[in-house]
């Protein structure tokens, strides 16, 4: 029974011993942690800002000479539109430097002069390569705008051409196109499968079949990575499966690989692809990726630090089968300095992905005690950041409800019951209710084992009775009815009594707890 039916929501989201299988993912409501900002522009900008034009020169970050005269829109139309080629030429380039700068790019003004079909015509002239490179990085930044700016490369034919280009004999203009594509990907799903679906996928891939990944430069294979990510990215709907099977053994490949960007982006990959059902989960499990992303936890980046626990946090929320694969690999021994990150972020996504893991079975939780984390989330609950706390609170809460008699009693030998408590006093209505029902389930085992007075007396001694019992003036009714249940249920005087004639019980698997006369099992 729970302590609230309203808190019973999301507890039917966990995937708890005893509950309909279905009902018990849980997924993230929000998402708190920011890694990558979900605006391009903003991504964009970050690499023209952090690039210099003498690290990398085919590089299309910065101008050359920004001091150099530029044209307006009007003769850049006049130049398009002429004969020449090198007038077009000149007229292209003015434009992708209009475009590259930094403040304020005349991206609708290109637009409305009706220039972006040009630009695409100008993709397929292979007998000039200065004008592709210059009409790729054009339409590029276009792309890298609003969603509407992106429509517009997209309706002027951009996606067909790009994925040609990949192909080009020229790395800086093949750069150029998959740059593009990542833009035009990472609006959104329906341009993430129109790129799929024109077969953007086949030559990504099969530059990454190459024998050895060091024939491209870092710049480069950092761009197909990234937009690799943005083809994993996005739901409603998710990437169809079939491409996701067929990129999977690139993303192992490029898990190996030794340069940080590439790392932190193929990370992010398998966090998309994790954030769904317990299918798209299996898919990754089955690639193998698991125990390389465990790994990656200790590399001290946080940049891959953070998307790997990403990935890892979304696979446990999976199948109990799909959590043992993880644990299996070996997450726990990395938890404790995860779950003691200086980063809160860290902490909090440690502290989720360890709740996910107490949901499971009762020998999983029995993993999580036997590395220690227990008294780390007490740890947590006493004196951890306020969102890191939620996440314990949960990790506690999801423990008591398919932990056995003598995990509980180890819960509480650990101390949980004064942090948890003292939680109580919190403004967030549903963590309390998270809370009564931690508290509930705590009491109940005491209840059944005979030793309900005395877990009411520790509860008493640590002030929370008159948390309880003020929780019953709550402005929220799920929580006056919550704390109310628990006051009736074990701390009124009519059920003093009750311990006497406690009965042992049979567990699903046929374990009953025996209570011996002279010793309960469920010691504090």
């Excluded at 034009?53 to 307006?72: I, M, R, Y």
């Excluded at 490949?253 to 940080?260: A, E, G, M, S, V």
Aim: net charge negative; aromatic share 6%; charged share 20%.
């Amino acid at each position: 029974m729970s302590a609230g039916n309203d808190s019973g929501a999301r507890l039917n989201q966990f995937k708890n011993k005893g509950k309909d299988a279905t009902e018990l993912r849980r997924r993230r409501a929000e998402v708190n942690v920011e890694l990558r900002k979900a605006k391009k522009d903003d991504q964009i900008l970050k690499r023209r800002n952090v690039h210099s034009l003498l690290d990398e020169p085919t590089s299309p970050l910065q101008e050359q000479d920004p001091n150099a005269q530029h044209w307006s829109v009007e003769e850049i139309i006049g130049g398009v539109h002429s004969q020449i080629l090198d007038h077009q030429l000149q007229a292209t380039q003015a434009a992708r430097k209009l475009l590259s700068r930094e403040k304020h790019p005349p991206i609708d003004s290109i637009i409305a002069a009706g220039l972006i079909p040009r630009f695409v015509s100008f993709l397929a002239l292979s007998e000039c390569p200065p004008i592709q490179f210059e009409a790729a990085w054009a339409l590029t930044n276009i792309a890298s705008g609003t969603s509407d700016q992106t429509t517009a490369v997209v309706e002027g034919g951009a996606i067909p051409a790009f994925i040609s280009l990949v192909s080009s004999p020229h790395p800086h203009i093949s750069e150029q196109a998959i740059w593009a594509l990542g833009n035009i990907a990472g609006d959104g799903s329906n341009y993430r499968d129109l790129v799929i679906k024109h077969g953007g996928l086949q030559p990504l891939l099969a530059l990454l079949a190459a024998p050895d990944l060091c024939v491209f430069h870092s710049g480069y294979l950092r761009n197909v990575t990234w937009t690799l990510s943005n083809l994993c990215r996005n739901k409603n709907p998710a990437p169809p499966l079939t491409a996701v099977q067929q990129l999977l053994p690139a993303l192992v490949r490029l898990l190996h690989h030794d340069d940080r960007e590439v790392l932190a982006d193929t990370c992010w990959a398998v966090s998309y692809l994790t954030d769904g059902s317990n299918e798209r989960i299996e898919v990754v499990v089955q690639a193998g990726l698991v125990p390389r992303l465990v790994q990656l936890l200790a590399c001290g980046e946080i940049s891959i630090v953070t998307p790997a626990l990403r990935s890892l946090g979304n696979t446990v929320t999976g199948t109990d089968e799909q959590t043992q694969c993880v644990l299996n690999a070996g997450v726990l021994a990395m938890l404790p300095g995860l779950l003691r990150h200086h980063k809160p972020n860290i902490q909090k996504e440690a502290a989720w992905t360890v709740s996910n893991i107490t949901a499971g079975k009762d020998c999983q939780i029995q993993e999580v005690i036997n590395a220690g984390l227990i008294p780390i989330l007490v740890e947590i609950l006493e004196q951890g950041d306020y969102r890191t706390q939620k996440e314990a609170v949960w990790a506690v809460t999801n423990y008591t409800s398919g932990g056995t008699v003598e995990q509980v009693a180890y819960l509480v030998q650990c101390n949980v019951l004064g942090p948890l408590l003292n939680l109580l006093t919190a403004k967030d209505s549903k963590i309390i209710l998270v809370i009564l029902d931690a508290i509930y389930n705590i009491l109940q085992v005491a209840y059944k084992t005979g030793e309900s007075e005395k877990l009411c007396l520790m509860i008493e001694e640590l002030g929370g009775l008159d948390k309880i019992e003020a929780l019953q003036s709550h402005d929220n009714e799920a929580v006056y009815k919550s704390s109310l249940n628990i006051i009736d249920r074990f701390f009124s005087e009519e059920n003093e009594d009750d311990d006497k004639s406690v009965v042992p019980e049979a567990t699903t698997d046929g374990y009953a707890f025996q209570i011996p006369e002279t010793q309960s099992t469920f010691q504090f």
